[in-house]
């Protein structure tokens, strides 16, 4: 639980960065979908994230300049 909870962290980060708000409802709900969506992808398959944090920074960082 506290890899998910990492990797949470370090996804809703970076959806910071690259525009995602959370400030009001509406924009919250879009980025909790995606941060959502991303956990989901992520989380189960880096059970050793702190060793590998540098590899799931640049897939998210892939994925999410793919979506632009």
Known sequence: LLNDEIVRLIIHGFLHLVG???MN????????????ELVSI?????????????RLISIIITL???EK
Do not use: C, N, R
């Open 20 to 22: 995602y708000d959370d």
């Open 25 to 36: 409802d509406q924009d919250y709900k879009v980025m909790k979908s995606k941060e959502d």
């Open 42 to 54: 992520f989380a189960p398959k880096y059970k050793g994230i702190i060793s590998d944090t540098d």
């Open 64 to 66: 999410l300049e793919a």
